[in-house]
């Protein structure tokens, strides 16, 4: 969570955000049952939307280097219909893979379960550095 | 490169390719210097330049299935700027991994070029799965 608040604030060029506390701040993550019914999915995906999403995945990433020491990259690749997929890497090893369907609708139950979720990804990738620790650091 | 024509093949709903020949079919995949300096970079990467680098990859995705008999997927992560990068991977490996720029400008020197480029990605992916089997055949 602190790593998905330091990407918001990292993308603040002007500041705007300072003000807000780190509650504020995520709430924009958050979707209720009710608010996830009211968004539509007719047009193309939001691009706060897909911001939030990348924030996310970058979070995660930034986890990834800091519970590994290795250098992470990133791919996001959406279609205008919301389906799509996004994987972490580092080295040859893709550390995060997964699909992502609905992205007009992405967010989370609740803080808890995004701090949860952001975790256990950061978890799994740790795991798999450790059982192929060659390829996660083949950066040829 | 057959791959190649089998995607741009396969993208042609209405079959107003048939008629063209594979020469005709991979011409708009050749720039020459002339053409390259030409192309303008300050607008948004052309929709049609993006399908073509997205049949390029893909049939290169294709090839790799072919020579390791592994499932691929690809993603290509590019920004209006023209900078990006595309994977493919299989399983957990990352096979392939490049960093796009002036993707403006995607094309290649000749017919030869671009054979030589798919042939030479297609050799390397299946040299890193033979290097690394397990973890090219771990779909968790």
Redesign the interface.
């Known amino acids: 969570m602190r790593d998905l608040i330091d990407q918001l604030r990292a993308g603040d060029t002007y500041g705007q955000l300072d003000r807000l506390g780190w509650e504020k701040l995520l709430s924009p993550f958050v979707l209720t049952p009710q608010r996830r019914r009211e968004l539509g999915i007719s047009c193309d995906v939001d691009p706060a939307t897909e911001g939030r999403l990348r924030s996310f995945y970058q979070a995660v990433a930034a986890g990834i280097e800091k519970a590994t020491g290795l250098v992470t ?1 990133y ?3 959406l279609s205008h219909e919301g389906f799509g ?1 996004v ?1 972490v ?1 580092t ?5 995060v ?1 997964e699909v992502l369907r609905d992205a007009h609708r992405f967010g989370f139950d609740s803080i808890d379960h995004l701090a949860g979720r952001g975790e256990a990804l950061v978890g799994a990738a740790a795991a ?1 550095v450790r059982a ?1 620790p ?2 996660a650091r083949d950066d040829s």
Do not use: N, P, Q
């Open positions: 990259g791919l996001l690749d997929r994987t890497f080295g040859r090893l893709v550390v893979s798999l192929h060659e390829v």
